[in-house]
């Protein structure tokens, strides 16, 4: 389970960057529904939203994590390709200060496997490793290593894994994901969490259609599934068609006295552009409520119906039986609802003068500001939370309209 995640100088995010997935301790509202109990002094949250104006980064929050577990996925694999066939260096450097676009990134996660943290970070720069590290917490914090460029310090009473292969590495691969290529169980276990850290764009559904088309064709227990959550729209049966990115939905035939006589097959086109993203989007859902891990849907909302959101919000508070969490970021204020989600869960991504994104929640406003009986859309289009700016409509943008 998600407990960080921060950044610094990646993309709009210029000045280090926290976001929590930790309940704020006196809030007692939909504790219920919304919170995941451990054993470690604090308790989760299933689902945070991310709300701000066009253009203040919530894309580039997404990204960011996106961007980190790509890299951690695809550093060793990559330093193993010709120069020629190896990806551009990696740059997400804040483009709009000379002092950051020469500095390196830096990514930092912690999460919760089986009651034990870890803390997993690193700094890149081009596709140069300059720093790395990985913490374990039971009952006390102990570094696991730590890597400054190719000098790698090791604790060989509780990470002897990493004693053995550390020479081994190169500048460009990342120590944990390289441990984890020679089938080391402890850094293996520490990348199973990552497997299950999915991020998605809820504009360009297409990136995922192929994962939902794969599950279809070979798990019979979610192409049930997904058939029994698209009854609503009418649509009978749901499978997997000759292409890869093909999926085919059927819908029943009546003739003139309304008495079923068949089903007729619908390409994906056929239906609309709705509910083809709900369908791309079960795949996902599925795998993260079934096995539990962490969920990011940027633009949730886009497309879909203010009553869809809000069952599959439901989906993840509700009826969460692995502790899957969901962070999407979205527009759709009527999900900005205190009898859906907590000030906790609601967070707002707003820019500075100088191009810089910055994420902070609801939860930091005084109680004089918002309580948890609050109307939190009307202050928030109201713009007493920031991050609600829009187009300023003035006598000089009119007189230039019609000069």
Known sequence: MLIEFKCKNVFSFK?????LMTS????????ETNVIPTKKGFNLLKVAAVYGANGSGKSNFIAAMSVMNTIIYSSFSDSLKREGDKKSPNDFSFKLSTVTESQSSMFEVSFL?????????FEIYNREILKEWLYRKV????FLFTR???????????????????????????????????NQPASKHILSWFNLLRTLSGIDEYD???????????????????????????????????????????????NEHNLLVGAVAF??????????????LLGPVWLNLKYGGVLFIDELDCKLHPNLTRKLL???QQYNRRNAQFVFTGQDISLMDKDLLRRDQIWFVEKDQFGASKIYSLSEFSTKAVRNTSDFAKKYLDNQFGAADTLEITDKLISQLYE
């Open 113 to 121: 496997i089986e009651e034990v943290i870890h803390r997993y970070g």
């Open 139 to 142: 009952d006390r914090e102990v």
């Open 208 to 254: 995922y259609e192929r994962f939902t088309v794969k599950l279809l064709r070979d798990n019979l227990s979610f192409k049930s599934w997904a058939a029994t959550a698209l009854k609503y729209l009418e649509i009978s049966n749901i499978e997997a068609g000759d292409k890869d990115d093909e999926i085919i939905t059927y819908h029943n035939k009546y």
């Open 267 to 280: 390409d994906p086109y056929m239906e609309s552009h709705g509910t083809q993203k709900l369908i791309r």
């Open 314 to 316: 439901a989906l993840f």
């Open 24 to 31: 704020v301790k006196s809030f007692k509202e939909l504790t």
């Open 148 to 182: 400054e460029k190719q000098q790698f310090t090791v604790n060989k009473e509780s990470f002897p894994e990493g004693d053995k292969y550390k020479s081994e590495v190169n500048e460009n691969v990342l120590f944990l994901s390289h441990l984890a290529q020679y």
């Open 15 to 19: 000045e280090e960057t926290s976001f």
